[in-house]
């Protein structure tokens, strides 16, 4: 029998200097970094979203609430590993994952190729099974502004 869920996810962080800019896994040079509890990695939160939301688990902050320390700084690599292996518990594989990246800056295309690579061994499929796009917001609100960056993603999984 065939038990296709649809999820999807979304985040945001505030972008200010002095932090790090981790993004898919790896961590970019930008002048501004994501400002967050663990490391700030908007793409990766919002696949965690999409797939906890896909397998009726909550979301992000439910799992791996803000006020705990243990969470603090933590890699999202790690957070990620945590909700595929929650997905597994429950006889769900991920199928695959389509995500989109808002941010005037930096220039995220050619970085998608090896985010894809990474987060495809952290989750246990295909890297061609994740796909990464990149937008602007044409300079406007607050990612124009490069106050903030968001992303969105919508993942299938399929029950065993």
């Not at 006889?91 to 995500?99: E, G, L, P």
Request: net charge negative; aromatic share 6%.
């Amino acid at each position: 029998m065939i038990s296709l869920r649809i999820g999807f996810g979304f985040d945001v962080h505030r972008l200010e200097k002095g932090y790090p800019l981790w993004l898919g896994g790896i961590c970019l040079e930008h002048t501004k970094g994501a400002v967050g509890h663990s490391d700030a990695d908007v793409l990766i939160h919002a696949i965690c979203d999409a797939l906890l939301g896909a397998a009726n688990l909550r979301d992000i902050g439910f799992h791996f609430p803000p006020d705990n320390l243990k969470y603090k700084g933590i890699d999202s690599k790690i957070l990620l590993g945590e909700v595929v292996q929650l997905l597994n518990e429950r006889d769900y594989i991920v199928v695959n994952i389509d995500a989109t990246v808002c941010a005037e800056q930096p220039k995220i295309n050619p970085f998608i190729p090896q985010m894809q690579q990474i987060l495809s061994e952290v989750i246990g499929i295909n890297a061609s099974e994740i796909s990464i796009k990149a937008t602007t917001n044409e300079k406007l609100g607050f990612i124009g502004k490069e106050e903030g960056i968001t992303a969105y993603a919508v993942v299938l999984i399929n029950k065993n």
